[in-house]
């Protein structure tokens, strides 16, 4: 008897049913189909990984399975390569198709995708890769990028088309089959839980109440918490899709009482995109400078200021108080990410590659386009982009003026008030023993002195970014990441004085 002809959804970071062109596809296909996740030794073993994706991932999964089993059929969850998974499949199953969406990833996700490749054409298996952010792989240029971003994320919503179709059971293919880390089915109170359903309560209650207060509360590190969408994660893993979130946004912009809200939230929506496309079009800036001049900036690794960034034990509360929130919670505002980015990579004048992995692994909503794109912006590697140090003091004065972020996540610092808990060291010895914090004993003293090491970073960042080789290579830089309308500005802008 001959092998059974089946297709596959093969999940990736579309952990969704709805808007989901594979899973549709598949199922109109009219073949009995087979639903895959596979979690790789090779993404878990990464330093840019960790475990709260991995359970995020799995609660994702879980979620479809819950919609799935109610009428008979199961996403197949295993802990196996890509390479072997495949392998074992075929010597059950005749594979017809594979859909899946294309997965934007560093540089081992495009070398797999590369391997599968040839292992599907070698067995006559064709493989469908929907585009998934609006992003085109490999893009020389941003020439009509926007215009078909606009038609992307403008398409119509793709419906379920119901569970009336014929699946393959899951159950005893093979012995590795159903073998996940028990570590992934925890629960972690203080992390947002993965999930579709979770998703579309996380997008109503922004659109029905929080969004309102969604630009008020961007620079906030306690009020972004809840104002600002939250939907990072979901996005990030696809448990709603770009177009669905743009979309009701779109509708919720036509209420005037949020229109500026709304609007101003879908411009980050493109900004998500337009990262992303940066990874897409140049995946070597994973590894190198977008502006191959500022390679030589010679920062280095320094274990002991590395590990004190990366522990929150610098000695300055906000830098401390942003990791230990991160380590607890996977979610920061915007401001607070570039502060800590800025912190590492001008204060403390450390390489922006180990920066990058330390906070992937943090960020629950770890998007590789967005964040190696973000990261290299804030460590000033693009050499035109207005250079713009965050002040850590600054930052918390002016946004947690009475110390609540700080308190929360440095409980030690407490007793302090708010008048002098963002600058520690500055306490004398009588108020250190006033208020029970001995600096060097309760809370460290300060790995370097800010404002010297600070200064002396930027002078030195500046006189290498000045150099020609750096401001040569914009036009290449430009052409390639930049939409051509807005080349002439930046021309301009060049020489614009930097900011703090
Ligand atoms: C160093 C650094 C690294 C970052 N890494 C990531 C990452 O890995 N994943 C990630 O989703 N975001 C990243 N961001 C962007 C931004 O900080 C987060 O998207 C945002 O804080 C997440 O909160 P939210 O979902 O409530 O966002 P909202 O403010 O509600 O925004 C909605 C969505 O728009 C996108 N977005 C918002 N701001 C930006 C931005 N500045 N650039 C690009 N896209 C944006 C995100 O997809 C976000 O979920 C990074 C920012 C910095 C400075």
Sequence with gaps: MGKQGINIVWFRRDLRLEDNLAVSHAIESGLPVLFVYNFEDETIERKEHDLRHFRFIFQSLLDINRKLSKHGH???????????????????????????HFELGLDFV??????????????????????SNGIKDLLPSREGWLAQWNDYVNQPIVTFPGFAFESVPVQGLSKNFGFVD????????????????????????????????YLDSIPYPEKSRRGCSRLGPYLSYGCISLRQVYQAVSEAAKNPELAKNMNQYKLRLYWRSHYMQKLASEPEIEKRAINPALEDLDRGYDPELFNAWAKGETGFPMIDASIR???????????????????????????WRPVADRLASLFLDYEPGIHYGQIQAQAGLSGYQTLRVFNPMAQSEKYDRYGNFLRKWLPELDPLPSGLIHRPWKLTPKEQEQYGVIVGKD??????????ST???????????????????????????????KIPAYRRELNSPYMD
């Design 443 to 452: 809370y460290p003293k300060p790995v370097v002195d800010y404002d010297i």
């Design 455 to 485: 200064r002396i970073a930027k002078e030195h960042y500046w006189r290498l970014r000045a150099r020609d080789e750096v401001t040569d290579y914009l036009e290449t830089l430009w052409h390639k990441h930049v939409a051509p309308e």
């Design 182 to 213: 028990k570590e992934f089915t925890g629960h972690a109170k203080q992390f947002q839980p993965g999930g579709e359903g979770r998703a579309k309560v996380v997008l109503q209650s922004f659109l029905r109440e929080r969004g309102k207060f």
């Design 74 to 100: 199961e996403v197949l969850i295993v802990k196996e390569d890509s390479d072997s998974l495949f392998l074992s499949l075929l010597e059950k199953f005749e594979i017809k198709t594979v859909f899946s």
């Design 110 to 131: 495009r070398r797999r995708r590369k391997r599968l490749s040839g292992f599907f054409k070698e067995h006559n298996i064709k493989w469908v890769e929907f585009p």
């Design 325 to 351: 929130c991160l380590e607890q919670t996977g979610y920061l505002n915007f401001r607070l990410r570039a502060m800590l980015v800025t912190f590492a990579t001008y204060t403390l004048w450390q390489d």
